[in-house]
């Protein structure tokens, strides 16, 4: 679906998720991650960029378990510590994952995926057209309710800023393995929040595609 089209049926309150590709499951298990590989950091940074072309190629488990873990795994089990910072540690953030077969939610416990709709939500994901057939979107979302120490007025802010490390472990994965990914926040939030069945302590703060390079012609 083109830009043009969403922003019509996004006026009238008609942009919806597609039809189901494939058949959903309640939970998906990631196989563990590598303890080691990736390029220098120096390097990554150096290459970490927007791309804004993708492959419909989808990503290996093996690969989709590495990029969940550098956004928002726990990398201290001890202490359940993540591999981004959360004011007064709340761990707001929570990581959903538009796929072909369904939303999926981030469990960073279990270091699974778990089914939160029987939909495909990759193009209410944002008003570009690339949005509907890269391999995912990311959706980060930040639920309030988990922030009560932390003052009504300052929450918003607070969850901007442990998304954006979040956005950053992105970046920096996909530029290690040679994935394509975008940050976005161009889209519809009413629809969006609706298509994913979220409440009102919930906020979508942004979106990022993520897949593989488009093969040269």
Request: neutral net charge; charged residues 15%; aromatic residues 6%.
């Amino acid at each position: 679906m083109n830009t043009l089209t969403k922003l019509a049926q996004g006026l009238i309150g008609h942009l919806r998720p597609a039809p189901l590709q494939g058949e959903a499951a309640s939970v998906r298990a990631l196989p563990p991650r590598s303890p080691g590989g990736g390029l220098p950091l120096m390097q990554v940074l150096a290459q970490r960029q927007s791309s804004r072309a993708f492959s419909v190629s989808p990503l290996p488990d093996a690969v989709l378990s590495e990029l969940l873990w550098a956004a928002a795994g726990i990398s201290r089990p001890e202490l359940g510590g993540r591999t981004f910072p959360s004011a007064m540690n709340a761990q707001e953030v929570d990581v959903y994952v538009a796929l072909p077969d369904g939303l999926y939610l981030y469990d960073p416990r279990a270091h699974q995926l778990r089914l939160s709709m029987a939909s495909d939500v990759r193009r209410v994901t944002g008003y570009q057209d690339f949005v509907d057939h890269a391999a995912l979107d990311l959706v980060f979302v930040a639920d309030h309710g988990r922030m009560p120490k932390v003052p009504a007025a300052q929450r918003s802010g607070f969850a901007h800023i442990a998304v954006g490390a979040v956005m950053q472990n992105v970046y920096l994965y996909c530029a290690s393995t040679g994935l394509a990914t975008v940050a976005r926040a161009w889209f519809d939030r009413r629809a969006l929040a609706e298509a994913m069945g979220l409440g009102e302590d919930h906020e979508i703060v942004l979106t990022q595609t993520v897949g593989y390079p488009p093969e040269p012609n």
